[in-house]
């Protein structure tokens, strides 16, 4: 078996269409699911009542932001070592989801801040760090559309990606490190200080939160193929070209 | 072949290989004396850090409790703002003679020249900075030891600026967006710097001790040395490919 067949951008367009389908249906379920979990079953906060419940957004997005920012970065890597054409459209395809990520993960969390904190936004490591991830987003973004040659914006914005690597564990171990308004993490490799259906619930929906993420990808590395290989010849003898 | 002759072409072969050391140097003394020659830019940057410093107490008033207790912050912000006006002038002249090309093309590694261009960079921008910030301090009346505590914060947080805004600067040369495309890639990664730089001035300023600070802003700069000259030199090399 060929390991590398599918790392042709022409061979992955047509995998990447018959696969991004299952993740969407995948995620709906999963989605529902963990509403249902989340929304329904699980039973009300001692301390905080029913507002604790965005946890079900806030947890998952707030995981997928960094986590996408990572395996971002590794596409990156793979790019400027290996010089791979469809890493570099991966990244630029993961990018997107991760900002929004992000940004859900924020606003979901001032939400949660306005009844418990009293204030939608304070300046405090965690949610400071989250913020320059957005930004950081932006940047990896901004940089890999300023160029007239994509191949260019790619390798460029690729080293600023992995620079950019080094926020993530200022945001993750944010919480240890200073004393911040934002509670600690509530679930480790150790145990969780949660109720086992409050728990079911989150992982359910970070399951949801990461087979949309892999579905938007794949969905969005498409459109980039296309746009990128226009000109070949592949490209002229797809079926939905004619 | 005699001997002589022997040495003389491994001498010759020596200088054709290039070294770290070599780069550095020559890097650096070219672009000091660049910036001897036209003094304008470094002189266009303290004074902008001047006034934009002085703009805050005309703005939020001049109470002397109010100065003292945002002074730390204010000079930490302007002297970033100053250190990231002056980043455009670190490569973008040499990228459009095709000086740059040049460099990349020398024997010597491109960590040496990218590194010995930052240096001199940094003499040119930060350092002064660094120097001027007491004076400005005491416009906010900062008490003595707060003035201390802020240069020396600067001293080891105003290289990091240079090293990190290199890199952005290098990855940006020739993009579409020049100034805002910058901003938005150099200033979410001055955060941690502004953050731990303003933070030791506070806490001496407060009657804590500003040690964890500076000793988290220099392990920022150890890293950022270790690390960023490699990244400026890919950078660049990705610039001119």
């Not at chain 1, 249902?36 to 079953?41: A, D, F, I, Q, R």
């Not at chain 1, 957004?57 to 990572?70: D, G, Q, R």
Request: charge should be neutral; hydrophobic fraction near 55%; charged fraction near 10%.
């Amino acid at each position: 078996m060929n390991w590398f067949y599918f790392a042709s951008p022409a061979t992955f367009y047509g995998l990447a269409g018959r696969m991004a389908p299952w993740f969407f249906v995948t995620a709906a379920i999963l989605a529902a699911w963990g509403l249902y979990l989340g929304l329904g079953v699980a039973p009300t906060d001692a301390q905080q009542g029913e507002v604790y419940r965005v946890i079900f957004i806030h947890v998952p997005t707030a995981w997928m932001s960094m986590f996408l920012y990572f395996v971002m970065a590794c596409y990156c890597g793979l790019t400027l070592v290996f010089n791979t054409r469809l890493s570099a459209m991966m990244a630029r395809a993961i990018a997107p989801t991760g900002a929004l990520m992000t940004f859900v993960a924020l606003w979901t969390g001032s939400f949660w801040g306005r009844p418990t904190w009293g204030t939608y936004w304070v300046w405090d490591a965690r949610l400071t760090s989250e913020l320059v991830l957005l930004f950081l987003y932006f940047g990896y973004m901004a940089l890999a559309n300023a160029f007239e040659d994509p191949r260019r914006g790619d390798r460029a914005s690729a080293l600023l990606a992995i620079i950019g690597v080094v926020n993530l564990p200022i945001i993750y171990f944010s919480v240890q490190w200073w004393n911040t308004l934002h509670q600690g993490s509530s679930v480790s490799f150790k145990g969780t200080s949660m109720h086992v259906t409050m728990l079911t619930g989150m992982l359910v929906m970070s399951a949801a939160a990461w087979m949309y993420a892999i579905g938007a990808t794949l969905v969005r590395v498409r459109s980039v193929i296309l746009e990128r290989e226009r000109r070949a010849q592949w490209v002229r003898n797809l079926p939905e070209a004619a | 072949m005699s001997g002589e002759a022997v040495s003389a072409t491994t001498a010759r072969r020596e200088q054709a290989r290039g070294s770290f050391a070599g780069g550095f140097s020559w890097a650096m003394a070219r672009d000091l004396r660049l910036a001897w020659r036209h003094p304008d830019e470094a002189v266009l940057t303290v004074a902008f850090f001047a006034l934009v410093a002085s703009l805050f107490p005309l703005g939020i008033g001049a109470e002397p409790q109010l100065l003292v207790r945002i002074g730390p912050g204010v000079i930490w912000v302007a002297a970033l703002l100053a250190a990231f006006l002056a980043l455009p002038g670190l490569f973008a002249a040499d990228y459009v003679d095709g000086s740059l090309e040049q460099m990349t093309l020398s024997p010597h590694p491109a960590l040496g020249w990218a590194a010995g261009k930052i240096a001199a960079h940094w003499i040119v921008s930060g350092l002064p900075l660094t120097l001027l910030s007491p004076l400005i301090g005491l416009q906010y009346g900062l008490a003595p030891d707060t003035l201390a505590i802020q240069a020396l914060s600067l001293l080891v947080g105003t290289p990091v600026l240079s090293l990190l805004g290199g890199a952005c600067a290098a990855l940006a040369l020739g993009a579409r967006g020049g100034g805002m495309l910058l901003a938005l890639l150099a200033l979410p990664l001055f955060v941690p710097v502004l953050i731990f730089g303003a933070g030791a001035a506070e806490a001496q300023a407060t009657g804590l001790s500003p040690a964890p600070h500076l000793s988290l802003l220099t392990a920022g700069l150890i890293a950022a040395l270790v690390g960023l000259p490699w990244a400026v030199g890919a950078a660049v090399k990705i610039a001119v490919d």
